[in-house]
Nanobody, 127 residues
Framework: QLQASGGGLVQTGDSLRLSCATS????????MGWFRQAPGKEREFVAA????????YYSDSVKGRFTISRDNRKNTVYLHMNSLNSEDTAVYYC??????????????????????WGQGTLVTVSS
């Protein structure tokens, strides 16, 4: 129910925009997040946005370089990535967290908070 796209091969310093299309039923009330998993590493949190779009969260490693946004008309969440470097190389996954339960402010970086996951899109940054 989540379809991530936009990955590819880029150079250090380049920008890239990932997209995640969802069904209307999920998107209208769910919080959305992006995670990534580099080869040989655990999946890690990247960014999240509340269902309203008014609050966003970022990992320290991407803060100031990445921006998460959502377009409620298109049922799509985006991850705008700037100043990419080799450490950003990973498979990027979008995920949807239900509005109830633990408040997102205390759980946005926890994979278990998210109910639905996309298939992932590969971002490779070469130097």
């Amino acid at each position: 129910q989540l379809q991530a796209s936009g990955g590819g091969l880029v150079q250090t310093g380049d920008s890239l925009r990932l997209s995640c299309a969802t069904s209307g039923r999920i998107f209208s009330s769910y919080h959305m997040g992006w995670f990534r998993q580099a080869p040989g590493k655990e999946r890690e949190f990247v960014a999240a946005v509340r269902w309203s779009g008014q609050t966003t969260y970022y990992s320290d490693s991407v803060k100031g370089r990445f921006t998460i946004s959502r377009d409620n008309r298109k049922n799509t969440v985006y991850l705008h990535m700037n100043s990419l470097n080799s450490e950003d190389t990973a498979v990027y996954y979008c995920a949807a967290a239900p509005p109830g339960g633990t408040d997102l402010s205390g759980s946005y970086d926890y994979t278990g908070r998210y109910e639905y996951w996309g298939q992932g899109t590969l971002v490779t940054v070469s130097s």
